[in-house]
C-alpha cells in the first residue's frame, strides 16, 4: 500500500522528481519532468542529468556536486537553471537527498524540483516597487539612504557628493493647472536629472518636489558644475498638458565623507539648498 501511495506520489506530483547515480546518470525521471523536457523515460534513463536539462555553464557544478554527495553522504537545496523542451530557461529550486543501500553506503541523489521563475520574478518586482518612487520611477527617498549609507561607510576610500533640488514654483502650478500636470513636470524634471547623472550617480526623489543626487567621488568644484547644469536643465521649458512650463529649481550641495551620517550630510545639503533659495528670492526682488 505504502509503495503504490508513493509511486502515484511520484507520478502524480507536480515537482520536478528524478533520481541520479553516483556518475549523475538518470535512473528516475516522472512524468512532470518528462513533460518539463520533452523527452520521455525511454529517451532519459541511463542518460547523464547534466545533458538532459542542465543549461552548459552549470554542467560542471552539478556533475561536482554529485560527486561531492557520494563522497560525504550530504546535498544541499540548491536553486539552478534548467532547460525545457522548447530550450527555454527556468529556474528551479531543488531539494537533494541522498540515497544509501542496505549498508549505508550512497548510491544516488534524489531531486525534486519546483519551477520558481515566475515566483522569484514577482518578487523581484516587488522588491523594485518598494525601492522605486512610482510616480517618477527613480529610486525613492528610502532607497538614497541606503545607497548613501553604503558610501559613507567607515571603510571606504572616497567622499560622495551630495545635491538637494528643490523646484520654484511648483505649488503654483498644482494651484493653477491641476495635479495631473504638476505629476507630469515632476516626470520630466526626473527624466532630465537622470540624464545629468554618470553611471555611479544616483538619482531619487526625496519627497514632494524634493530631488536628490549621490556623486560618489564628488567634490565641491564637481557638484557646483553638476548644480549648474541642474539650473540649466529647469529653465528649459517642460512640456505638458497646459503648455510649456518653466519651473525654477533651487539647488544645494554637500560632501560626504566616510564615517559621516546620511541624516549629516542631507543637512547640510538641505541647508545649502535653502541658501540658494533665499539668494533667488533676494535677487528677484531687485
Request: charged share 30%.
Amino acid at each position: 500500500m505504502d509503495a503504490r501511495l508513493a509511486r502515484e506520489f511520484v507520478e502524480g506530483t507536480d515537482a520536478l522528481v528524478c533520481i541520479v547515480d553516483a556518475q549523475g546518470r538518470i535512473l528516475l525521471a516522472n512524468p512532470a519532468l518528462q513533460r518539463f523536457t520533452g523527452r520521455a523515460s525511454a529517451d532519459v534513463l541511463g542518460r547523464l542529468f547534466v545533458d538532459v536539462f542542465v543549461v552548459p555553464e552549470h554542467r560542471e557544478l552539478a556533475l561536482d556536486a554529485v560527486e561531492r554527495a557520494m563522497v560525504t553522504g550530504r546535498a544541499f537545496p540548491q536553486e539552478g537553471d534548467w532547460l525545457t523542451a522548447d530550450g527555454d530557461r527556468r529556474l528551479v529550486s531543488m531539494q537533494n537527498n541522498v540515497l544509501v543501500d542496505g549498508a549505508g553506503r550512497p548510491y544516488a541523489v534524489a531531486c525534486v524540483g519546483i519551477d520558481v521563475t515566475d515566483q522569484r520574478r514577482r518578487e523581484e518586482l516587488l522588491s523594485e516597487r518598494a525601492r522605486t518612487d512610482r510616480l517618477t520611477g527613480i529610486p525613492n527617498r528610502g532607497t538614497f539612504f541606503e545607497e548613501l549609507q553604503r558610501h559613507l561607510a567607515s571603510d571606504r576610500h572616497e567622499v560622495c557628493g551630495v545635491l538637494f533640488c528643490d523646484l520654484d514654483g511648483f505649488k503654483k502650478v498644482n494651484d493653477d493647472h491641476g495635479h495631473a500636470v504638476g505629476d507630469a513636470v515632476l516626470v520630466e524634471v526626473a527624466a532630465r536629472l537622470r540624464t545629468l547623472g554618470g553611471p555611479g550617480d544616483v538619482v531619487a526623489r526625496f519627497g514632494g518636489d524634493e530631488f536628490v543626487v549621490l556623486c560618489p567621488g564628488c567634490q565641491d568644484d564637481e557638484l557646483a558644475r553638476m548644480a549648474e547644469r541642474v539650473g540649466e536643465q529647469a529653465a528649459v521649458p517642460l512640456p505638458t498638458a497646459a503648455g510649456p512650463l518653466v519651473v525654477g529649481v533651487s539647488v544645494g550641495s554637500a560632501v560626504g565623507r566616510p564615517g559621516e551620517t546620511p541624516d549629516e550630510v542631507i543637512a547640510r545639503a538641505d541647508r545649502s539648498m535653502y541658501g540658494a533659495k533665499t539668494r533667488q528670492r533676494r535677487r528677484s526682488r531687485r
